[in-house]
């Protein structure tokens, strides 16, 4: 995706907006550069504004006791947030921090509801991707009620891995998370995810590569992660 740090042009949600439309939205915008670990907005915050993401990447999380935190995933480039409380006008769901150097456009819930409205595409892009999000939280609830921290991390790994374009059947995980950042994916413990990689290490289906974990053998992770048991020798 083409970079412009202090544009809207770049969100997809509105891609069919014309050029004079993303001007005048542009410039109804706060517009504010975050560093790194930099908070963004709380778990409990007050205030109704939708975020932006022109440049950077943010991660959305939960702290439950002041240490341990509950990942509930990345939004990168083009990607938005805060969208919850522009619609209900309840405290915020989740803290935001950014995980990269990030450009954000900061947009009133008034304008937001107001081009939803009046833009048919808009509107549809966001129902479609609030849909996937309940989806996505209704297959994370089943996992953590039904699967052990084993089959959890199977799942986790299957999906935050892409196909390796040069070996057929592997695929990466690249950059590669930290323990501790995986077991908050999963809410598990990180001693329980080291050793879990371990025994996928030890049986041959993870390899450890500079900037990527390699999982050598889709079907069988896959064949795993179907197994009750799920042991790996």
């Known amino acids: 995706m083409a970079r412009c740090p202090q544009s809207l042009r770049c969100i ?14 542009d410039a109804q915008c706060l517009w504010r550069r975050y560093e790194p670990k930099q908070q963004i907005l709380g778990h409990g915050d007050h205030g109704t504004d939708v975020f932006f993401v022109a440049s950077g990447q943010v991660r959305a999380l939960i702290r439950t006791d002041g240490v341990r935190d509950v990942i509930l995933g990345d939004i990168g480039d083009g990607g938005f947030f805060g969208e919850l409380a522009a619609i209900d006008s309840q ?10 150097g990030a450009t954000l ?23 479609t991707l609030l849909a996937a999000r ?16 084993r089959h959890r991390l199977f799942a986790e790994l299957l999906r935050i891995s892409r196909p390796d374009g040069i070996a057929p059947g592997r695929a990466l995980v690249s950059p590669p998370p930290y323990h501790a ?39 069988a992770l896959i064949a795993l992660f179907h197994d009750p048991r799920g042991r790996t020798a």
Do not use: K, W, Y
């Open 12 to 25: 997809r949600l509105f891609r069919q907006l014309g050029d004079e439309e993303i001007r005048r939205l």
């Open 91 to 100: 405290p915020r769901s989740a803290s935001i921090v950014a995980m990269t």
């Open 105 to 127: 456009a900061r947009m009133s819930a008034g304008l937001f509801r107001a081009v939803v409205r009046e833009h048919a595409d808009v509107c549809g892009q966001l129902l």
């Open 134 to 149: 309940i989806r996505a939280l209704d297959n994370r609830v089943s996992e953590l009620v039904t699967l052990d921290v």
């Open 181 to 219: 950042e995986i077991a908050a994916r999963i809410s598990a413990r990180r001693e329980a995810v080291t050793r879990e990689l371990g025994a996928l290490e030890s049986a041959g289906l993870l390899e450890r590569r500079r900037g990527a974990l390699v999982l050598t053998d889709i079907q």
